[in-house]
């Protein structure tokens, strides 16, 4: 196993690219059951997280979430997400408030956003979200951050909770997308992209980039691997 690396990537004019490597088996799990949200209601749509072949257990270092609902007025959307040891996060407050608060109530439409507590972005970023491909094409920081799960077993059903808080509107849920990251690094994997910001997170706009060759190091300083970036931009050794 892998325990100490260092990732060099080979750039061309290096200011304004990102690398987000990580060094942990990771996996996705989606759920696309659509369903109406009633007003003043809630629905509940269901991941059933499995170990990795070969292990008993599979115990989380990070987790993030990617969420598609279509509402007309998303501040009265609430949602949560609760782990198969009953932890439970507040993913989306429902009133209109965030980490960093830009605007309550937030009176825009709909959420298409990935979930990621690396993220400096507010759910509330004062624009409409798109619900159509690609999905999750932004992302922002949950209300409660999803490290309140690190370090439980992932294996077993994770429950995303969506409400509508208050009459007059409805929506629906379309998707929602959870990855958990292991703590046992087994292999490395990342993504290479332009980082207009240069804050070494992902934010909308910045693309990804194919074709750099990216070399792993190990702690003697010996190359261990080298590989190039996918269409993506993402890279796996």
């Keep these: 196993l892998l325990t100490t690396i260092t990732i060099i990537v080979l ?14 088996f990771s996996t996705s799990f989606s759920n696309t059951i659509f369903g109406g949200i009633p007003d003043s209601s809630c629905i509940t749509r269901t991941f059933v997280v499995t170990a990795p072949v070969g292990s008993p257990n599979f115990i989380i270092s990070d987790v993030t979430i990617g969420v598609n609902v279509t509402h007309p007025r998303r501040s009265d959307i609430s949602a949560t997400l609760t782990s198969p040891a009953s932890t439970v996060v507040d993913l989306i407050s429902g009133g ?10 937030d009176n825009y439409e709909n959420y298409d956003v990935l979930l990621d507590d690396s993220s400096i972005n507010s759910l509330y970023d004062n624009d409409d979200d798109n619900t159509a491909a690609p999905l999750y094409d932004r992302n ?55 980082d207009y910001n240069d804050n070494g997170v992902r934010n909308q706009g910045d693309v990804a980039v194919p074709g750099v060759t990216v070399t792993a190091y190990d702690a003697t300083g010996n190359q261990v691997a080298q590989t190039t970036t996918l269409a993506d931009g993402s890279y796996t050794f």
């Excluded at 209109?96 to 109530?105: E, K, R, T, W, Y």
């Excluded at 009459?167 to 958990?180: K, R």
């Design 11 to 24: 750039l061309a004019g290096a200011p304004g690219f990102g690398i987000s490597p990580s060094l942990a």
């Design 96 to 105: 209109g408030l965030g980490f960093p608060v830009i605007a309550s109530p």
């Design 140 to 194: 922002a920081k949950p209300f409660e951050l999803l490290t309140a799960f690190k370090g439980e077993d992932a294996v077993g059903t994770w429950t995303l909770t969506v409400c509508d808080n208050r009459a007059g509107q409805t929506g629906s849920f379309n998707s929602a997308e959870l990855t958990i990251f292991g703590a046992d690094p087994t292999n490395v994997t990342g993504m290479v992209f332009t």
